[in-house]
């Protein structure tokens, strides 16, 4: 077995995201063999031994996959320095360390995936997949044709344009109006940062489906393992867009 970067044998592990991980690496709380590890470094996990803040790192012998419908008022993060609640308090009954693929902002509710499953959550997240993500958006007062084309074609963020995406709107009512939108790229706060470009409130956000996977009636706060077309599905997807850019970078 050939050494890995740490960070991806941390994500491996279950004991954090890579970019956790990387912080983890940063901060000094990694040890290989003994000795503070350095952002670069690589191991072997069958012959060096691995710490973080001084208790021993095991390969996890069974993944679990779960959605959570995650409640406002939640930070997508497993422990908060500001005390703020996390979904790491909604996870507990799972009996293991699952991590937050990606993220939903505060003041968002909706479907949020975890895993102890590193290399899987980075292909979802990663910005060249493009996994699709369905949002059920409700603004303030009326969303005009120009909106949508708005919307729909890419607006201008922080030097970058969007991707373009799937609008509908899909309710109007006398002050306000939901729209379905679906974004096959994830910056931060996007959809609000779009909506306020034009001028739109947004008052609501709730993610309903990434990639095939609906979050259903599953109730708000409540959690369950992802079923066997669940997991299958979404693996396709990546594999599938993994595929789609080595054919584009080879031609």
């Not at 497993?78 to 902002?105: F, H, I, T, W």
């Not at 922080?158 to 306000?176: S, Y």
């Not at 396709?236 to 789609?244: I, K, P």
Request: net charge positive; glycine share 8%; proline share 2%.
């Amino acid at each position: 077995m050939e050494k890995i970067r740490l960070q991806k044998i941390l994500a491996d592990c279950g004991i954090a995201s890579r970019r956790k991980a990387e912080e983890l690496i940063t901060q000094g709380r990694v040890r290989v063999n003994g000795k503070i590890a350095m952002l670069g470094d690589k191991a072997n996990m069958l012959k060096d031994k691995i710490t973080v803040n001084g208790r021993k790192v095991a390969a996890v012998k069974t993944k679990t996959y779960i959605m959570l419908h995650k409640p406002r008022g939640f930070v997508t993060t497993m422990s908060d320095e500001m005390g703020r609640k996390c979904v790491a308090e909604l996870v507990e009954s799972v009996g293991k360390r699952v991590y937050p693929v990606g993220r939903l902002d505060r003041d968002s509710e909706g479907l949020l995936l975890m895993t102890d499953d590193g290399e899987l959550a980075n292909a979802i997240t990663h910005p060249s997949t493009h996994v699709p993500k369905t949002y059920r958006v409700t603004v303030r007062g009326k969303v005009t044709e120009d909106n949508v084309t708005a919307l729909s074609t890419g607006l201008m963020l922080e030097g970058r344009v969007t991707l373009p995406a799937d609008v509908n709107v899909i309710q109007t009512g006398e002050d306000r109006t939901v729209m379905q939108i679906v974004l096959y790229e994830g910056r931060n706060r996007q959809i609000r940062k779009m909506c306020e470009q034009l001028g739109l409130e947004v008052i609501r956000l709730k993610r309903t489906a990434i990639g095939n996977i609906k979050m259903g009636m599953l109730k708000m706060g409540d959690w369950r393992e992802l079923n066997d077309d669940e997991l299958r599905s979404i693996k396709q997807l990546v594999q599938s867009s993994s595929a789609r850019k080595r054919k584009n970078n080879e031609d």
